[in-house]
């Protein structure tokens, strides 16, 4: 699976951001987003399960960050509201052929990762 995402941007605190994730190739079980904060380990932020729709969120964006996708256009989306200067980092699209485990290491397609700066 090859991921194209796009979107990132800055943006000052309490804006909003959609990311987009383009993917082409085998469909996937599950979609997700992950992000690197600048000095820091990559996180987990979303992730989709394609067929059903259903999403897992970290507790850190929910309420604030909503996943969807597009079966026709096998895409994926990232609405991220009321933005907050420690969402800073480079997010990446991921794919995954399972669903059920939220570990980087589940998911074995990347995008080349977009940056997101909320400015405070």
């Known amino acids: 699976v090859q991921l194209q995402a796009s979107g990132g941007g800055l943006v000052h605190a309490g804006g909003s951001l959609r990311l987009s994730c383009a993917a082409s190739?085998?469909?996937?079980?599950?979609m997700a987003w992950f992000r690197q904060p600048p000095g820091k380990e990559r996180e987990f932020v979303v992730a989709?399960?394609?067929?059903?729709?259903?999403?897992y969120y970290a507790d850190s964006v929910k309420g604030r960050f909503t996943i969807s996708r597009d079966n026709a256009k096998n895409m994926a989306f990232l609405q991220m509201n009321n933005l907050k200067p420690e969402d800073t980092a480079v997010y990446y699209c991921?794919?995954?052929?399972?669903?059920?485990?939220?570990?980087?290491?589940?998911?074995?397609?990347w995008g080349q990762g977009t940056l997101v700066t909320v400015s405070s």
């Open positions: 991921a794919a995954a052929k399972d669903w059920g485990w939220f570990e980087a290491s589940n998911f074995d397609s």
């Open positions: 190739g085998r469909r996937s079980g599950a």
């Open positions: 989709i399960r394609w067929i059903l729709g259903d999403a």
